[in-house]
C-alpha cells in the first residue's frame, strides 16, 4: 500500500514538473515570439484599456431595471435606422462613411438592451471606390426594413464614391448579398418602404426640380415604385416633397425621408436644417404613398435648436430619426443627436438616442415640442436592462487573444488584413510600420474604435524597436486626415523619443522625452478630463507614469472647429512615412 502510494506521489511530482517545464516553455516561447519580432518594422500592442468616466452618469445613477440612458449606442454612431420583424425582434444599424467593414448591426428584443452581431458591409466587393475619399464620404445614411410578403431584410444606403445601392437577406445574423445598384435613384439616404397590399417603394433625397435650387441646401424628396421580384425600380419618380415643411422660409437640406403607414394614413418623415445645431425632424401626412403629403401644423416634431444653449447636459442637433412600433403596439424613435463638451465641442459624434413617441390630438406623431428636452434618462415599461450593456460609464479590455478583431474595431477603407496580424505573435495586436500615412485617404496600419465619452482613460502596452527615424508606432486620435494626435514611440538618430504629435496642415510637435536606446517595451496611457487630454508613459512596466503633456485640447479634434460628419476615433497606429 505503501509503495503504491510513493509510486502515486512520484507520478503527481512528475507531471508537476512536466506541466511547470510547458508553462515556461510557453512563457519563454511567447517572450521569444516577442523578442523575434522587435525591429522587425513591426509594433506590438498586448492590450488596449479603456474606462468612462462621464460625470453626468456618476451623478445620476438609474432607478430601476427598466430605467436606461441615452445615448444608447454612445459615441459615433450617426443616422440610425430600425426595423423590426413583427415577432419581438429589433435590428439598428448606422453609418460607417469611409470605415471598413462598414454598417454595424445590432439586434435587441426590448428596444433597451442592444448587442452588436455583425456588420451589413464586411466584403470589400460590397465597400467599392473607398480609396480617395475623405473620411466623411463613403457610406451615408443606412436605412434597414423588413418586408413581410417575402421574408427579407433590405439595406439600401449611399456610397458616395459609387452611388446608391441595397443588399438584402433572410437571415440578419449572418452574410448580406452583393450589393444592388439603384442607378435611377439619385441623391442621398434612400428607404424602402413595403405596403400592405405588397407593392414597395424607394423614397429619397434629390435635387431641386430640373436639377435649378431657388437657395443653397434647396433639396426634394422623391418616391419611385420599386420592384421586389426584379430588384428594379419601376415607374414615373414623382417628387413629394419641395424644399420642405415650410417652403416660404427656405428650408435646407430636406433628407433621411421614411415612409410609413399607420392607422390608414400614410406618413412622411423626414430631417430638415443641416446636420448642426439647426437639425431637425418633420413630418407629412397623406392618403397614399404617391401623396399629396401636406406638413403637420406644427412641425418640427423633434428639435433642440431653440433651446438655451448655457443649459446643462445639453443635447443637440437632434434628428434623422426613424420610428418603430414595439409587438405590445408602442411606438419608439431612434435618432441622432450630440453630446457637446462644455456646450460648445462636439467630439464624439452624433450618436443613436432614442425616446417614446407621442401623438398629437389630430393624429401626428411627435418626439419634442416646445421647449421639451431630449432625455437622457428614459424608462421602458418591462425591459430589464442587462449588465452588459455599452451605454453610461463602462469598462473594457482588448486583450488580442483572438484570431479576429472584435465587433467595435474598425480600419479605414479596407480591411487592412495586409498591415496586421492577430496570429502572427498570438496574444499581441501586430502593426506593420506602413509606408502610408493618417493623413492619406488610403488605408494606413491603423485599428481603432469610437471614442464614447468626454470623460475617460485608456491604455496600452507596446513593443516596438524602431530601426530608422521615419518608423513610428503608438496610439493615435483620429478625426480625420487633417486633425489627429499622435502618441508614440519614434528614433531621432540614436535616441529614442516618446512623443506627442499635433497632425494637420503641419505636424507640429508637442512635447517630447528621451529614453533609453535600449528601451523596447513602452506603456501608454491616456487620461481625459473633459476639456483636457492629459499623455502620461512608462518604462518601468507601470511602477511608476510620467506625464508627457497636460490640458491637450480635444477641440482640435471636435466637429465644431474640423468639420465632417464623423467622430473621433481612438486606437493603435503605425507607419514609416
Known amino acids: 500500500m505503501k509503495n503504491t502510494q510513493v509510486i502515486q506521489l512520484m507520478s503527481i511530482v512528475r507531471f508537476s514538473i512536466f506541466m511547470l517545464g510547458i508553462t515556461m516553455m510557453s512563457c519563454n516561447s511567447k ?30 445613477p438609474l432607478s430601476g431595471e427598466d430605467y436606461f440612458y441615452n445615448p444608447i449606442l454612445p459615441g459615433w454612431y450617426s443616422d440610425p435606422s430600425v426595423c423590426t420583424n413583427g415577432k419581438g425582434d429589433y435590428f439598428l444599424v448606422t453609418s460607417t462613411f469611409t470605415y471598413f467593414p462598414g454598417v454595424p448591426i445590432f439586434h435587441s428584443k426590448d428596444l433597451v438592451n442592444w448587442k452588436q452581431i455583425g456588420h451589413v458591409l464586411n466584403r470589400a466587393s460590397q465597400l467599392v471606390n473607398m480609396e480617395g475619399q475623405k473620411v466623411s464620404g463613403g457610406i451615408f445614411a443606412p436605412a434597414i426594413s423588413y418586408n413581410p410578403h417575402n421574408k427579407t431584410y433590405y439595406m439600401v444606403t449611399t456610397n458616395v464614391g459609387a452611388g446608391n445601392f441595397f443588399v438584402k437577406t433572410q437571415n ?32 429619397n433625397n434629390d435635387e431641386a426640380p430640373d436639377n435649378k435650387p431657388e437657395y443653397s ?12 421580384k426584379t430588384d428594379k425600380t419601376i415607374g414615373p419618380r414623382k417628387i413629394l416633397v419641395n424644399k420642405g415643411a415650410q417652403p416660404a422660409d427656405k428650408p435646407i437640406w430636406i433628407e433621411g425621408p421614411h415612409l410609413y403607414k399607420i392607422n390608414g394614413k400614410y406618413f412622411l418623415m423626414s430631417a430638415e436644417g443641416g446636420t448642426g445645431n439647426w437639425h431637425s425632424e418633420v413630418i407629412f401626412r397623406g392618403d397614399s404613398p404617391m401623396g399629396k403629403f401636406l406638413p403637420w401644423k406644427n412641425n418640427p416634431i423633434l428639435t433642440q435648436r431653440h433651446l438655451n444653449s448655457d443649459r446643462p447636459n445639453s443635447v443637440t442637433c437632434a434628428g434623422h430619426a426613424d420610428l418603430i412600433q414595439t409587438k405590445e403596439g408602442d411606438w419608439w424613435a ?38 421639451d428636452l431630449v432625455p437622457m434618462i428614459v424608462k421602458r415599461e418591462g425591459a430589464k436592462r442587462d449588465t452588459t450593456v455599452t451605454y453610461g460609464n463602462f469598462e473594457l479590455i482588448e486583450n488580442f487573444d483572438s484570431p479576429v478583431l472584435d465587433m467595435p474595431w474598425m480600419t479605414l477603407r479596407a480591411s487592412a488584413s495586409d498591415l496586421y496580424s492577430l496570429t502572427e505573435t498570438p496574444g499581441y495586436l501586430t502593426l506593420k510600420c506602413a509606408d502610408i500615412s493618417a493623413t492619406e485617404k488610403k488605408t494606413p496600419a491603423f485599428v481603432c474604435r469610437r471614442l464614447q465619452h468626454h470623460k475617460f482613460e485608456c ?23 487633417t486633425r489627429q494626435y499622435f502618441f508614440c514611440l519614434n528614433k531621432v538618430g540614436e535616441n529614442k523619443n516618446i512623443s506627442l504629435k499635433q497632425i494637420g496642415e503641419k505636424e507640429q510637435t508637442l512635447a517630447s522625452d528621451e529614453i533609453d536606446a535600449d528601451t523596447n517595451e513602452v506603456y501608454l496611457k491616456l487620461v481625459s478630463q473633459g476639456i483636457g487630454y492629459d499623455f502620461y508613459y512608462s518604462i518601468d512596466g507601470e511602477k511608476s507614469w510620467k506625464l508627457l503633456c497636460k490640458d491637450v485640447a480635444p477641440s482640435y479634434l471636435s466637429t465644431t472647429t474640423a468639420g465632417g460628419f464623423t467622430g473621433t476615433t481612438i486606437g493603435l497606429y503605425a507607419t514609416c512615412k
Not at 452574410?175 to 417603394?201: C, N, Q, R, T
Not at 441646401?217 to 421586389?228: L, Y
Request: net charge negative; hydrophobic share 35%.
Open 459 to 481: 491604455a496600452t502596452r507596446m513593443l516596438f524597436n524602431p530601426s530608422n527615424d521615419k518608423e513610428t508606432a503608438g496610439m493615435l486620435l483620429f478625426k480625420d486626415e
Open 334 to 371: 431612434v435618432f441622432l443627436a450630440c453630446r457637446p463638451i462644455n456646450n460648445q465641442f462636439e467630439n464624439l459624434g452624433r450618436e443613436t438616442f432614442m425616446m417614446p413617441v407621442k401623438w398629437s390630438e389630430d393624429g401626428f406623431p411627435y418626439m419634442t415640442q416646445g421647449d
Open 217 to 228: 441646401g434647396h433639396r426634394t424628396i422623391r418616391i419611385q415604385e420599386f420592384d421586389v
Open 172 to 203: 440578419p445574423f449572418g452574410e448580406w448579398s452583393e450589393p444592388v445598384m439603384l442607378p435611377e435613384v439619385g441623391g442621398i439616404d434612400p428607404s424602402f418602404f413595403f405596403d400592405e397590399d405588397g407593392k414597395a417603394y424607394i423614397v
Open 31 to 60: 517572450k521569444e515570439q516577442q523578442l523575434s519580432a522587435i525591429g522587425k518594422s513591426v509594433a506590438l500592442f498586448d492590450y488596449f484599456s479603456y474606462k468612462g468616466n462621464d460625470d453626468f452618469y456618476i451623478s445620476n
